[in-house]
């Protein structure tokens, strides 16, 4: 079974500073990687995606992620965050070639940017 | 394109009552989703169909909870009869069909957010 861990529960900023939240998973087998972005009271939102290819991936609101498979980490990063930013942030594994497949989520890291 | 739609956003209820949530997918989205999130963890998957088959319902609390997803379009979640540690948000998600499925790329409703006193 596939497993993530979100070490970090809270990471507090100050707004333009740069900010990493970091994501290890498990699994024996291989994988495709997600960040999702939950607002206040909204729903996720797919913020990037790693399924194949260059191990670094862009996604929306100038974030980026690198998937490290020696390290088991995919670590998501923005070299200057806004207010808006502020956000519950998930990493999310699943199987890979599996046809039918579950996302498992880690416990999210709160993201909170001070002016 | 209208988004995945939930109802109600809030109820609260006491112990023992029963309750249902209702979920609208993405119009042509064939796997639909239902996520429990509890304060402080992640989601987790209760039930995930395809077109109106269930797929996966292995962490479902089959003794309390059922989920239906008639014409293989909007779905009903209901929980009876409800314990305090069913507190939680609800979400809904869909996908769509089998390449959404298999990417992994899931469009969630917002939730409606259940209170078990």
């Known amino acids: 079974a596939q497993s993530v861990t979100q070490l970090d529960s809270q990471v507090p900023v100050f707004e333009e500073a740069p900010v990493e939240l970091r994501c290890n998973y498990s699994?024996?087998?291989?994988?495709?990687l997600f960040w999702y972005v939950q607002y206040p009271n909204q729903g996720l939102q797919l913020l990037l995606k790693?399924?194949?290819?260059?191990?670094l991936v862009k996604g929306i609101n100038g974030f980026e992620a690198e998937f490290n498979k020696s390290q088991t980490s995919f670590h998501l990063r923005k070299p200057s965050v806004h207010i808006s930013d502020t956000a519950e942030y998930f990493c999310a594994v699943t199987r890979m070639n599996t046809g039918f497949q579950k996302l498992v989520f880690g416990t999210g890291t709160r993201l909170l940017v001070s002016p | 394109e209208a988004g995945v739609a939930q109802s109600p956003r809030y109820k609260i209820i006491e112990k023992r009552q029963s309750v249902a949530f209702w979920c609208n997918p993405i119009s042509g989205h064939a796997t639909l989703y239902w996520y429990q999130q509890i304060l402080g963890q992640g989601p987790k998957l209760l039930i995930q169909f395809q077109n109106n088959g269930v797929v996966d319902d292995s962490q479902l609390p089959k003794d309390r909870f059922s989920a239906e997803r008639l014409k293989g379009v909007d779905s009903t979640l209901k929980i009876q009869p409800a314990k305090l540690e069913d507190s939680a948000v609800y979400l809904c998600?869909?996908?769509?069909?089998?390449?959404?499925?298999?990417?992994?790329?899931?469009?969630f409703g917002e939730g409606s957010r259940l209170t078990v006193l």
């Open positions: 699994s024996s087998v291989s994988v495709y």
């Open positions: 998600a869909s996908s769509a069909g089998l390449a959404g499925a298999y990417t992994g790329e899931l469009f």
């Open positions: 790693y399924l194949s290819g260059s191990t």
